[in-house]
């Protein structure tokens, strides 16, 4: 279960990144792909690891969410390892829901 869960996550944000990048042109997209900074990142987004001294390139560079999102939502799955675990991400989700009411519209 776990690891169809991981297949999902990587395939929506995978999704959701091809989403944010312009239709008509699939020369960077695929381009993108084969960037080793953008493949570390999305490593780092979904594991939570490596990221000490990429983090801030790869939310400038792909505007990527930190890997808290991602790790909470596979413990929603999977279970979370005490009260206080559990109130952590209870509080990441409730700071990105105010952030989601407050953002910006196009």
């Given at each position: 279960?776990?690891?169809?869960?991981?297949?999902?996550?990587?395939?929506?944000?995978?999704?959701?990144?091809l989403g944010a990048l312009p239709?008509?042109?699939?020369?960077?997209?695929d381009a993108l792909f084969d960037?080793?900074?953008?493949?570390?990142?999305?490593?780092?987004?979904?594991?939570?690891?490596g990221g000490g001294l990429i983090?801030?390139?790869?939310?400038?560079?792909?505007?990527?969410?930190?890997?808290?999102?991602?790790?909470?939502?596979?413990?929603?799955?999977?279970?979370?390892?005490?009260?206080?675990?559990?109130?952590?991400?209870?509080?990441?989700?409730?700071?990105?829901?105010?952030?989601?009411?407050?953002?910006?519209?196009?």
């Open positions: 279960m776990a690891l169809r869960f991981n297949r999902l996550v990587l395939g929506m944000s995978a999704a959701l990144l239709a008509s042109d699939a020369g960077p997209r960037d080793t900074l953008f493949r570390k990142c999305i490593n780092w987004m979904l594991d939570g690891t983090e801030n390139l790869c939310i400038e560079y792909y505007a990527l969410p930190s890997p808290s999102i991602f790790q909470c939502a596979r413990k929603v799955m999977t279970g979370f390892q005490s009260t206080m675990d559990q109130e952590g991400c209870a509080v990441i989700f409730e700071e990105q829901a105010r952030k989601v009411r407050a953002g910006y519209i196009k």
